[in-house]
């Protein structure tokens, strides 16, 4: 078959000149410069041909187009210059402005006509060019490469964006009056080309499509009696069925101060009842999330960590990351964060600073390592009786030591019950001014090792513990982490903007 003999078929078909270069095989560059191509793989295209094709090369200066009759028969005309603009009206008069994202990222679903017309067209090149056409190898450059190739450049250019997998993702559904017809017949072509597997109408999918219809799985002569071969050109171009916009997954870091002894974490829930009319997560989304997103309930807070309610959380505070997907903004002025940590300050429970947009990836930090991580608690402990010069030089421990530490009783409605061995980095206690029966007690350990039961044993289940070591009991009353050892996000002093 040569090259000539094939796109004179195709233009008796009513084929798009893209789609000639699609049935020539073109690859990436190649429908950049239609003539061009068309002179290197040895084709003469009619002089008229090409007047009202896509990709810059229509001249706007003739003034008298000549009214297009019809539409490809294999693209339904979606590489015609009216659909992309129509294209590119739709998606302006979308929410598409609402989203400063610098990327995009196109999804395009095509009516399952284009897939039905590309088998069409199979058949009919194999009837009029015989075996040089293969029976499982398609004959074209698929159109939904052939729309990345041709139609996303020509998209990103127009809408000033850059093409990002991770960008605003624009997903436009698309359809023909051809479809419902079409698939109407193609249900009743499944119950003969593929007897037994009776499909209804909605379980006919693109994919199956995909795998099943081609020559060598079904016959010309069987699909003809239900779809005409080769698929006849069309009146009406593709149209937009709808456009929906998802912005990107943008995640938001910084560190927070627990300041309060009557704050959980997240919503505290028990059988369904609050228990604290609010949380550290829900203080700094409700400061943070609505300038992203209209979706705030879909925000998820993450943290290197946590404290128990009754615990607070001060020194730099703790690292803390917001991922909020669909996000219409990617970027935070210093203006604005500053804002929102002033927001989050006026709860009067919680305090954040270095408030910044992070990439994605390094969202991960705050979980990575968690286990390895050093924690600095300050305690304050109780005696039964006064604290002796014994008791405190016991509770001087500089160098790490490991301990045992049962699952505790208190967590074990959330937690499996495991021993786990715990590193203690360091011990030091000193007496709180003017109370012999209180010490304040600094304590380094690794992450994950439940700092009460380390104080007071919780009956042997934690051993060595503070009570085991001076062999009294010890209670404690109050507890800080007054350090995390996480060095990210980066500080940021989001005040200087002033
Ligand atoms: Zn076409």
């Not at 001060?314 to 927001?343: C, D, W, Y």
Request: net charge neutral.
């Amino acid at each position: 078959m040569k090259n000539q003999e094939l796109v004179d078929y195709l233009v008796s078909c009513g084929v798009c000149t893209i789609c000639q270069l699609r049935y020539l095989r073109a690859r990436g560059t190649e429908y950049n410069d239609i003539n061009q191509s068309f002179q290197r793989l040895g084709v003469k295209v009619p002089e008229n041909q090409l007047e009202d094709e896509t990709n810059g090369i229509s001249t706007d200066e003739q003034p008298l187009k000549k009214p297009r009759l019809s539409h490809c028969s294999t693209c339904l005309g979606i590489f015609s210059e009216d659909f992309q603009r129509e294209l590119i009206e739709g998606i302006i008069a979308s929410d598409f402005g609402k989203y400063d994202s610098e990327g995009i990222v196109l999804a395009i679903t095509m009516p399952m006509s284009l897939q039905l017309r590309q088998l069409s067209m199979w058949f009919a090149l194999q009837r009029k060019f015989g075996p040089t056409v293969h029976s499982n190898s398609p004959p074209d450059v698929p159109i939904k490469e052939a729309v990345k190739l041709i139609l996303h450049p020509i998209i990103c250019k127009k809408l000033d964006k850059k093409y990002d997998a991770n960008g605003l993702m624009i997903s436009i559904d698309l359809r023909h009056t051809v479809e419902e017809h079409e698939v109407d017949k193609l249900v009743e072509l499944n119950r003969v080309a593929f007897p037994g597997k009776t499909l209804k109408r909605i379980e006919i999918s693109r994919g199956l499509l995909e795998k099943q219809y081609q020559p060598s799985r079904v016959k010309a002569e069987t699909y003809e009696k239900y779809l005409p071969i080769p698929p006849p050109a069309v009146d009406e171009s593709l149209s937009l069925k709808s456009i929906d916009l998802q912005g990107p997954m943008v995640c938001v870091a910084g560190r927070y101060r627990k300041l309060s002894r009557e704050l959980s974490h997240t919503p505290w829930l028990l059988q369904g009842v609050r228990q604290m009319e609010d949380s550290i997560e829900e203080i700094i989304i409700r400061s943070v999330g609505p300038h992203f997103t209209e979706t705030v309930p879909k925000i998820t807070f993450m943290s290197s960590g946590r404290e128990d309610v009754d615990v607070r959380c001060l020194g730099k505070g703790r690292p803390f990351v917001l991922e909020i997907p669909n996000s219409r903004h990617s970027s935070l002025t210093k203006e604005r964060a500053l804002a929102m940590e002033q927001a989050v300050d006026k709860s009067g429970k919680v305090s954040i600073l270095n408030l910044q947009v992070v990439p994605r990836e390094q969202a991960m930090h705050i979980k990575t390592g968690e286990e390895q991580k050093r924690k600095y608690y300050r305690a304050l402990c109780a005696l039964k009786e006064p604290a002796t010069l014994e008791i405190l030089q016991k509770l001087q421990i500089p160098e790490s030591f490991d301990i045992q530490q049962k699952t505790p009783i208190r967590v074990l409605h959330r937690r499996p019950l495991h021993t786990r061995p715990r590193t203690i980095y360091s011990v030091k206690a000193r007496l709180q001014r003017d109370n012999p029966l209180v010490l304040v007690i600094d304590i380094v350990t690794q992450a994950g090792t439940y700092i009460k039961e380390l104080v007071h044993g919780e009956f042997g289940r934690t051993t060595p513990s503070f009570s085991s070591i001076i062999g009294k009991p010890i209670d404690i009353q109050a507890l800080d982490v007054v350090g995390i050892d996480l060095d990210w996000p980066p500080e940021v002093d989001n005040s200087l903007s002033q």
